[in-house]
């Protein structure tokens, strides 16, 4: 048993929505209790789809529970053969209907019906969202896709993309754009937008392109056994990896890796003397683990950022995580305990977090910046423009979303030469903001998991050991709350490294000239 | 109109009683306003990842703050051995109560999965209760999907409050439901100023503010859903006093004169306390009537409000009814409300796709439905109004009247504005 303020991710039936729903021709035949029918609203209201998904609920209730939930399920099943005439069907269990083992994929089978039924199995009480999704996308892939010639034409696949997904829509638009420039067809694009039909051809396609391991690579591993077709494994997101993914897929497809870039604009963007007020900004990152480790890059390389923080919620891909963080010196954080990933950013004391919706929750708790790079997100990161975070143009994107939290270089530096000014002082927020930020509220440690705790204790020991001089303590007053509280954290390091109990203006400044960039 | 205004209503009306896919939540969405209405309570649901992304799914729509809710979900071993499942259930508690040592009151909330396995949260309850008692007190409910829909949650979590209140043979009046504050404050005042003492709000903002109950008890209802704390009252030897909801001009006079003919207000007080306010929701809503009047209206079910709103969007703004869909009719609760509302085609539980096609074949002016249908609709051409905002909008009593009639009309209005640019 674990407690739980907030989850990154849905249960495993979630994962098979997202699936059934990205799809067109599908249907899901759920073994559910009345109330898990609020899924449909994730994708009628958040993504603000404008069909209910094509998922049937049994909805039994405890009446139903002492008599026969299994007719209950084969009348559910049929009616909705009948009722939404499906290509494919694919019948699971939600957690509830797991505990009474009705077997929903054996009582689908007696009926006969005249369209292939997939069976879903998956645990609800040990995995989660992404693995449903990936899992009933490799279910439907191995049930459905047969043994074909190759185009004549070089093609690929696009794998991964589901409703629900951050961003999958324009991603997708901007992946098949640079590879229609590179003159390669898409055979099929899945699960967003395929049909049963598209699965059965996807063997015709020369590779696959794989943009969400999260949810689609259960499929390309499958799809290179049984029918030899390599995969990308470069995810384009971000100038440079969107250059090295060109030159992955240009190998795959013996073509050249020319493709204009006279669209992306993110380099100069970044190069201009207007963004040198960039670097060093210190970033804390927290997503899925593919978005994590793509944003930690392009926060370094492009950007200049310095990554203080990098972790995952999905521990299926922890240890590419791992791996990724060693790269900057970081230890990498997996949990999916909302509460550890809050005591973390507060000890990184970071000046802009890039993560999910919880991090922004955490991000308004603290008054740090914060921009959003992975699911889960809500409905304003569903924008009606076209806003993609892969390829070029995803570039763009970046650069544009991440910078906007930030309080622009001028302004930064008035701020810091005029700290007292009545109206133009750091807790107003930044000026190009429309609504005026509230000062920062004083942090709210919540006691949290065992690691956390720690972490935020020895930072208080540390802290309770060192005394601030009242002048020092002013000193700090006047550094714009941006930067205030590394400042601190400096000073404080510097001051235990160089057993100083005292900290005044002096060791302020001695800190400051010891870790100048 | 009033309630001698002679009328057939609704009162012996056929109901269609529907079993089918029913798109509705669970109880547990209760928590989502009750856990805001009690400022020293924590809810902790024993199920599933599925409960709390329901939870954060319902709550994320609306609110962005630190909630004071969790669930303690249920993972394989839990599963394999219950006496190892209630260790595990004490454990999270006794963390939770010294993380938050502010909490008086803690709910335990059943869930589909922990009851299926039969885990008994009275049992846990209990125990708790010996150890944290009586500085927190500890109770326990079900707010399943196999047991409760939707607003059933609150019902199942005051009911669970009955037992524990404090026994009095004084004569008080208790006002039942959670109500937003600054609408229990108006009750409140209403109440006062006619003259009636010794009120008291079931749930209280606070563990300390609890209402007292005995043989001399009077009560009602604010929401038409609290069935079984109704029952429960009155196995303490409360009586209920019987009304149609205060939604509405109408609705909150009947309401208020029911309270005030047992409490001996005399005619005159009532008037001179109600005129005013009766004025004034009378022209907030004529506002919004105009819109409104004569428009057809089809409601899915939803959280047992169906049919007092109906009665008032009928009666008040003119509408007119084509189904009124509910979750479950309580005849009892109801008959105020039934003899008030205009004959209409009832309904009783669901089968989506079923009624789905009627709706079609109806073309109502206005849906009322939940958020999984409300955007479909929407794309199909219909203006509809979500009727979770019913739930987590200050609608009772004269002041929110206009306000209540403003959630209808708004749709219609929005949907004549955007009609009107694009021409």
Redesign the interface.
């Known amino acids: 048993m674990k407690l739980t303020l907030w989850t990154y991710e849905g249960p495993p039936h979630v994962g098979a929505m997202r699936v059934a729903t990205g799809m067109k021709g599908v249907h899901y035949v759920l073994h559910a209790p009345q109330g898990d029918t609020y899924a449909d609203l994730l994708f009628t209201m958040i993504e603000r789809r404008n069909h209910r998904p094509p998922v049937t609920f049994t909805t039994f209730q405890a009446s139903d529970l002492g008599a026969d939930t299994a007719t209950l399920f084969k009348r559910a099943a049929q009616g909705a053969f009948d009722r939404f005439q499906p290509q494919a069907m694919i019948v699971g269990a939600s957690c509830t209907a797991e505990l009474i083992q009705d077997d929903p994929g054996g009582l689908a089978s007696t009926l006969g019906l005249p369209c292939p039924v997939v069976p879903l199995d998956l645990p609800s009480y040990s995995r989660k969202e992404n693995f449903g999704a990936d899992e009933t996308f490799l279910a439907l892939t191995r049930a459905l896709a047969r043994p074909c010639d190759r185009t004549a034409e070089v093609s690929c696949n696009i794998l991964g993309a589901t409703a629900l997904g951050f961003r999958h829509r324009d991603d997708v638009a901007e992946i098949t754009g640079i590879l229609a420039q590179m003159g390669i067809a898409v055979n099929a694009a899945a699960p967003l937008d395929a049909t049963p039909e598209d699965l059965a051809r996807l063997p015709a396609a020369h590779f696959n392109v794989l943009l969400y391991p999260e949810t689609g690579e259960g499929a390309a591993r499958w799809l290179e056994k049984t029918h030899g077709q390599p995969w990308t494994k470069i995810i384009p997101i971000g100038a440079h990896a969107t250059r090295e993914f060109i030159a992955e897929v240009a190998a795959l497809a013996g073509v050249s890796a020319k493709v204009d870039e006279r669209n992306l604009r993110q380099p100069w963007w970044s190069a201009s003397v207007d963004s040198t007020y960039l670097t060093g900004k210190r970033v804390f990152i927290f997503g899925d683990a593919t978005h994590a480790i793509a944003a930690a890059r392009v926060a370094r390389d492009e950007i200049g950022f310095e990554v203080v923080g990098l972790g995952c919620y999905n521990r299926e891909f922890a240890r590419v995580v791992r791996s990724a963080a060693k790269d900057y010196g970081l230890e990498a954080l997996i949990t999916d305990d909302y509460l550890e990933v809050e005591a973390a950013i507060i000890a990184a004391a970071p000046e802009l977090i890039l993560g999910t919706q919880m991090e922004r929750h955490i991000a308004k708790r603290l008054g740090i910046a914060c921009a959003v790079i992975s699911a889960p997100v809500h409905v304003q990161d569903f924008p009606a423009r076209y806003s993609p975070q892969m390829g070029f143009e995803g570039a763009n994107v970046l650069f544009d979303t991440w910078i906007h939290p930030l309080v622009m270089g001028l302004e930064e530096h008035l701020l810091t030469m005029f700290r007292e000014d009545f109206e133009f002082h750091d807790a107003a927020g930044p000026s190009h903001h429309g609504g005026k930020a509230a000062p920062p509220p004083a942090p709210i440690l919540e006691p949290t998991a065992d690691a956390a705790a720690q972490m935020i204790e020895a930072a208080q020991a540390l802290a309770q050991a060192l005394h601030w001089l009242p002048d020092a303590e002013r000193e700090l007053k006047k550094i714009p709350f941006f930067v205030r509280a590394k400042a601190r954290r400096n000073t404080e390091k510097y001051a235990a490294e160089k057993g100083v109990t005292q900290i005044s203006i002096e060791t302020l400044y001695e800190a400051k000239a010891h870790y100048a960039r | 109109m009033s309630l001698d205004t002679p009328t057939t209503g609704c009162l012996h009306a056929p109901v269609l009683r529907e079993r089918?896919?029913?798109?509705?939540?669970?109880?547990?969405?209760g928590i989502i306003w009750l856990h805001r209405k009690m400022q020293d309570a924590f809810f902790?649901v024993?199920g599933?990842?599925?409960c709390?992304?329901?939870l954060?799914?319902?709550a994320?729509?609306m609110i962005?703050a630190?909630?004071r809710?969790?669930?303690?979900?249920?993972?394989?071993k839990?599963?394999a051995g219950l006496a190892d499942?209630h260790v595990?259930?004490e454990?999270?508690v006794e963390?939770?109560l010294?993380?938050r040592p502010d909490i008086r009151q803690l709910f335990l909330v059943g869930s589909?999965?922990s009851?299926?396995?039969k885990l008994d949260l009275s049992r846990t309850a209990e125990r708790l209760n010996a150890r944290h008692g009586p500085s927190v007190r500890v109770y326990n409910y079900s707010g399943?999907?196999?047991?409760t829909?939707f607003t059933q949650g609150e019902d199942a979590c005051l009911a669970a409050m009955v037992p524990g209140l404090e026994e009095t043979a004084e004569a008080n009046l208790l006002v039942v439901g959670a109500l937003p504050d600054v609408v229990e404050d108006q009750c409140l005042s209403l109440l006062t100023a006619m003259g009636i003492g010794n009120v008291a709000f079931l749930p209280s903002r606070r563990a300390s503010g609890a209402p007292k109950v005995g043989p001399n008890t009077r009560f009602v209802l604010t929401q038409p859903f609290l069935a079984d704390t109704a029952h429960a009252l009155e196995g303490r030897g409360a009586q209920r006093i019987s009304a149609p909801f205060p939604f509405g001009e109408e609705g909150t006079t009947d309401w208020l004169r029911a309270v005030a003919k047992t409490q001996g207000v005399t005619l005159e007080t009532f008037e001179s306390v109600t005129a005013a306010p009766r004025a004034r929701a009378r022209k907030a809503v004529a506002a919004h009537a105009e819109t409104l009047r004569d428009k057809t209206l089809f409601m899915f079910p939803d959280s047992q409000l169906e049919i007092p709103l109906a009665r008032f969007l009928a009666r008040e703004c003119g509408m007119v009814p084509v189904e009124v869909g509910t979750p479950y009719l309580h005849r009892g609760l109801m008959e105020p409300e039934l003899a008030l509302l205009p004959n209409t085609v009832l309904s009783e539980g669901q089968d989506v796709?079923a009624q789905l096609d009627r709706h079609a074949a109806l073309n109502p002016d206005l849906t009322v439905c939940?958020?999984?249908?409300?955007?479909?609709l929407?794309?199909a051409g219909h203006a509809t109004k979500w009727a979770i905002e019913l739930v987590f909008t200050p609608v009772h009593f004269y002041e929110q009247a206009g306000d209540l009639a403003g959630l209808f009309s708004r749709p219609l209005r929005r949907r004549a504005l955007l009609q009107g640019a694009a021409e």
């Open positions: 089918g896919q029913r798109e509705v939540f669970c109880g547990l969405t902790l024993v599933s990842r599925t709390a992304h329901l954060q799914s319902a994320g729509v962005f630190e909630p809710f969790g669930t303690a979900i249920l993972e394989e839990d599963l499942a595990e259930l454990r999270e963390r939770l010294s993380r589909c999965p009851e299926v396995i399943s999907g196999i047991e829909t796709d939940g958020l999984g249908l409300a955007n479909p929407e794309a």
